[in-house]
């Protein structure tokens, strides 16, 4: 259970708040620590400490309450977890182990349940498309959005994500908000990141090809990339549009529903969408025959 628990606070913590070197994924690196106080449990790897219960000995603190409630307005990178958790966050299982070694604080504050009850639904009706990408959660990074940022497999030594959730802004209520983008060439955060982000320019003039690219089937329109504005897929729910690279943005597709009533299931439209496209990241491209 000490595994399961590091896997899942570090499904918590914000894809750009994991540690400069190492892996992104959820797997323990190098020797898993594990140590409990009647007050709160600690684990760790080679990469990040997690603390649940009482206390701040830790990078990443998250508070184990009864029900989920927001904690504090962020964006402080690590320290205290701006939502708590709670019992019916984690499976059962767990949630059965923790009880045996803390007990559930009784906090006051803001209820984030309706969010983590949608983003869960979201997470698991996107898993089953998106087999071993990896998922962590984003609510105190950027101030317009709220949701899951899903990175492409380590396998494939790619830098292409998703992100999925809500979004809003100064003119439009909150809704569903969909990104499928990569890393501009030549824009890195870790050293490690040089060969993905190569491999990626070249995956990016693949999809955008004008005779077989992922993206121009998908817009039906073969030159769709030749044109540096948004491209519309009126064929899909809500409002989504393609950006070609011309435009120097780092999505290729922006998507938002109409509401926040259906998010989950326009969610699982656009991805469905993307699937032939996102089909193809897997192959790391050498050289390119497309013309």
Request: charged share 25%.
């Amino acid at each position: 259970m000490e595994h399961a628990l590091f896997t899942r606070l570090w499904q918590e913590v914000d894809f750009d708040d994991h540690p400069p070197s190492g892996g992104h994924g959820p797997e323990p690196e190098g020797e898993l620590r594990f140590t409990s106080t009647p007050r709160c449990l600690r684990v760790e790897d080679d990469r990040l400490s997690f603390l649940l219960g009482e206390g701040e000995d830790a990078d990443s603190v998250h508070r184990w309450c009864a029900t989920s409630v927001k904690l504090n307005e962020g964006p402080d990178r690590l320290g205290e977890h701006r939502w708590s958790l709670a019992p019916n966050n984690v499976d059962a299982d767990l949630g059965d182990w923790i009880s045996v070694h803390l007990s559930v604080e009784e906090r006051g504050g803001t209820s984030v349940e309706p969010e983590r009850t949608l983003l869960s639904r979201i997470r698991e009706t996107l898993q089953p498309l998106l087999p071993d990408w990896t998922w962590h959660l984003e609510v105190d990074n950027k101030a317009d959005r709220m949701g899951w940022y899903v990175r492409a497999p380590a396998a494939w030594t790619s830098l292409f994500t998703i992100f999925v959730g809500l979004g809003w802004n100064d003119r439009e209520e909150k809704r569903g908000f969909l990104l499928f983008e990569r890393a501009p060439p030549g824009e890195l955060d870790r050293p490690d990141e040089a060969e993905p982000n190569r491999l990626d320019g070249l995956r990016t003039v693949a999809l955008c090809n004008a005779a077989r690219g992922g993206l121009s089937l998908l817009a039906q329109d073969m030159h769709w990339a030749a044109h540096p504005h948004p491209h519309p897929l009126d064929n899909l729910p809500g409002t989504v549009h393609l950006w070609p690279p011309s435009m120097g943005r780092w999505p290729l597709l922006l998507a938002r529903s109409d509401s926040t009533e259906d998010v989950v299931e326009w969610s699982e439209a656009i991805v469905t969408a993307l699937l032939p496209a996102i089909s193809t990241l897997s192959t790391k491209i050498e050289g390119l025959s497309w013309h």
